[in-house]
């Protein structure tokens, strides 16, 4: 073992305890819902295949992060998932029986942590520095950690019913910025990281009050308008 070994061994680690924690809040999300059974296999699966995904992003993750728009793309994307997953929430309170699958659960999981992944990969690679089992090291580390804090992500959701909004807050903000963090928006738009802040802000928030309007007060609104007796 050389004197670089531990050291970077420590930085994987506490790479992976910081950026995979909206990796987990999603998986967290999209199998909260499933039946016991199902929301296991759904976090190992969609775990197991992330794991795969992400040896494969490896490879690639520097390149993929020099295309064009590549970032607002993946952003977009995690702001219509934040807005999906808030919808299937919404329903479900206003008494409307929501189906959500297994299927459907490794899907979300996939989606969201094929995008969200870019950056922390190419973190753990650049830490590792080229030691081959360092990185296998951090990529399985990583899923270990979104795995296992996913689960507990599911349960706390099923007991607070707040945390929906949370996370699904989580999710927006992280697609904001990827937004804003795009290479040719950052060259085209000077901005301090204070002010992309904001900007996340206020789209997360607009995101969950467009969610709420749209999939709760709206057609709670219709329904008291139909009850209406006719003039």
Do not use: C
Not at 52 to 81: E, H, M, N, Q, Y
Not at 131 to 148: D, H, K, Q
């Amino acid at each position: 073992m050389n004197a670089e070994f531990l050291p970077a061994l420590l930085s994987i680690i506490v790479i992976n305890l910081v950026v995979s924690g909206d990796n987990a809040v999603v998986i967290g999300m999209a199998a909260h819902r499933l039946p016991p059974q199902q929301r296991r296999l759904a976090i190992l699966f969609g775990g197991g295949a992330a794991i795969v995904l992400r040896v494969v992003l490896t490879s690639v993750a520097t390149l993929l992060l020099t295309l064009p728009f590549l970032k607002d793309i993946g952003g977009v994307l995690l702001v219509a998932i934040a807005f999906k997953l808030l919808k299937e929430e919404e329903e479900d309170a206003e008494g409307v029986k929501v189906a959500v699958t297994l299927r459907g659960a490794i899907t979300t999981i996939l989606i969201a942590d094929f995008i969200m992944s870019l950056d922390n990969i190419l973190a753990v690679a650049a830490a590792a520095h080229g030691n081959i089992p360092l990185l296998l090291f951090g990529l399985v580390f990583s899923m270990a950690v979104v795995m296992v804090g996913g689960a507990l992500a599911a349960s706390l959701i099923n007991r607070y019913w707040w945390l929906v909004y949370l996370g699904s807050g989580i999710i927006a903000f992280v697609g904001s910025e990827m937004i804003l963090e795009d290479p040719l928006l950052e060259h085209a738009m000077a901005m301090t990281p204070q002010i992309e802040a904001v900007i996340a802000a206020i789209v997360t928030v607009a995101t969950l009050a467009l969610a709420h309007y749209v999939h709760r007060h709206r057609p709670a609104r219709r329904k008291a308008l139909a009850r209406q007796p006719e003039q």
